[in-house]
């Protein structure tokens, strides 16, 4: 076993992460409870709140009610000591999101993709980019940094090697934004920033076993096990969307045959769909449930074939991972009306009876946004678990 040496500098510096930490979940809280909760002595908290004070992380307010002797002063986090990028890249469109320290919304910018250009992406993407800092408040640290998340294979080093609906390959996006900005940058696969998105904010804040499904034009899947994001041994897990459920059947952009998200996805709606002659001006999915809410029969039964084989994808996730809760997110959460119960009834028919025991099959409460909420929280608890700010403001 390794053994670990501790100094003076690591002890302090983690004792400040776990009176940070205790702020954050209790504020307003007392200096006694943080003590309390904490464990240190009451010189230690002291210390560590007078440098948090300091560094403006943290603000006093007051005083609460006292359980015997002089009313306490209150601590309170300080969301807005700084702010948060989150960018969704999908086939179809990006979405971009400002948020405080604790993830609320503070601003939003997205567009459609028309135009799958590399080029043309990239220069919608850092129009983006630019607006929310530019949208950003006045704040002690700025933009603490940004996230990217990305439907394709994205390494632990935040490599994006492949992306098929994108047309990229081996494409070191951050590089590029680092030249750009002076602050952090993560990528990361848009599935696995969904997961977190459900899990820190939406449907999935109370389960520790969760499986996030995005379906967009393609599909991607986030494990969410033990309370805790799984990558896999090089950071590709959950690359479901293109495993094989029609032997002999379409080839993918992938180079595969019979990909899930050829028959479950949006794209698989398109075709599903094909006699309502949609305009391509027109946002099809939004325009198919319209007509699906007029009762147009085309639209609802290719809404129940997609579902059905949503369906058949998900019973190999269940028998695969025993999860307790399976989140539906991304665009077809819109449609939830039509999908939902030929969904049910094919995972309840063919899936294996003691795997439905406690399983709860739920849609996205953030619908479009869980990745990019995902991929924000990454960045903006980053930089509060790095113990010592250093990001430089770039909007002051």
């Not at 919608?124 to 980019?129: A, K, T, V, W, Y």
């Not at 809404?303 to 665009?331: D, H, W």
């Not at 409460?365 to 770039?394: C, D, Q, R």
Request: hydrophobic share 35%; glycine share 10%.
């Amino acid at each position: 076993m390794e053994k670990r040496t501790w100094n003076q500098f690591t002890i302090k510096n983690g004792n400040k992460s776990l009176v940070l930490e205790t702020i954050i979940k209790h504020s307003p809280i007392s200096r006694a409870d943080i003590a309390n909760n904490t464990g240190l002595n009451k010189g230690t908290v002291s210390s560590q709140v007078i440098e948090l004070l300091q560094e403006e992380l943290i603000y006093e307010r007051g005083p609460g009610q006292s359980s015997g002797g002089r009313r306490p002063v209150m601590l309170h986090f300080n969301q807005k000591a700084g702010y948060s990028i989150g960018i969704d890249i999908g086939v179809n469109y990006i979405l971009g999101i400002l948020t405080d320290l604790e993830g609320n919304i503070c601003g939003e910018s997205s567009l459609p993709l028309h135009n799958l250009e590399f080029a043309n992406i990239i220069n919608q993407l850092l129009g983006i980019i630019d607006s929310l800092v530019a949208a950003a408040p006045p704040s002690r640290y700025g933009i603490v940094g940004i996230g990217i998340g990305v439907p394709g294979s994205v390494s632990k080093c935040g490599q994006i090697l492949l992306a098929p609906n994108l047309g990229w390959k081996e494409f070191d996006l951050k590089s590029l934004l680092e030249e750009k900005y002076d602050c952090p940058i993560i990528i990361e696969n848009e599935a696995n920033a969904g997961a977190y998105g459900e899990k820190t904010f939406g449907s999935g804040r109370n389960e520790s076993d969760i499986v996030y499904i995005s379906v967009g034009v393609g599909i991607g899947v986030g494990l969410i096990l033990n309370d805790q994001l799984y990558r896999g041994t090089n950071g590709f897990a959950g690359e479901m969307g293109h495993m094989t459920i029609e032997v002999n059947g379409t080839t993918c952009r992938c180079g595969n045959e019979g990909c899930w998200e050829l028959y479950a996805s949006e794209q698989a709606l398109k075709s599903y769909s094909q006699q309502l002659n949609i305009s391509s001006e027109l946002d099809e999915l939004d325009k198919i449930i319209e007509l699906a809410e007029e009762g147009c029969e085309t639209a609802i039964a290719a809404f129940q074939t997609l579902g059905e084989y949503l369906g058949t994808g998900i019973i190999n996730i269940i028998n695969s991972f025993n999860p307790k809760q399976v989140i539906i997110g991304n665009r077809i959460a819109k449609a939830k009306k039509w999908i939902e119960q030929p969904l049910r009834s094919k995972t309840t028919n063919n899936s294996l009876w003691f795997q439905q025991n406690d399983l709860e099959i739920d849609f996205s409460k953030l619908t479009t946004h869980s990745t990019a909420l995902g991929v924000s929280a990454f960045v903006f608890e980053g930089f509060l678990k790095s113990n010592i700010p250093t990001s430089v403001p770039v909007n002051n």
